[in-house]
């Protein structure tokens, strides 16, 4: 297990984090590529550019063409900032649902209800489907895992 360990630390001390602009730049790229290849999907399939720069940067990943030392410390400060950047857009929302006036409030209770509801069972839907794919790997390649 101390083997395990060890490599996993030469693996991530292997190289220096690249300089923050190339890290940008590399953002940035993908997010242009996203937004040309955006307009090509029909209107009545709209795919958002991020989901687009997404997918492009996990098969960018992948496939190896870029290595994780060249975008890890931009995706872990954007990453931070998620919740953050998704304020607004709930605010903004819930101020179009109108649905905490005084003739909305029992739907407002409806929808943080729902809200609470879907956060929960998606986390358990999550955690289950990761066990289960855990379970098969170790069934497939015969690997035991050892999880702290």
Known sequence: MASNQEATKTAATEHEPAPILQ????????????????????????????????????????SHIIKLYQVEKMAD?????????????????ANSLNVFTDDGALTGVMLIVTIILA????????????????????????????IQ
């Open 77 to 93: 400060f954007l990453i931070s900032l998620i919740a953050f950047l998704f304020v607004p857009s709930g605010i903004q929302m």
């Open 119 to 146: 956060t929960v069972i998606l986390l358990v839907v999550i955690a289950y489907t990761t066990a289960g794919f855990m379970a098969i790997s170790r069934k497939v390649f015969h690997k035991t895992t050892d």
């Open 23 to 62: 890290q940008m730049g590399i953002f940035a790229g993908v997010l242009f590529v996203s937004s040309l290849i955006s307009p090509l999907f029909p209107k009545s399939f709209p795919v958002p550019t991020p989901v687009i720069g997404l997918i492009l940067m996990y098969v960018l990943l992948a």
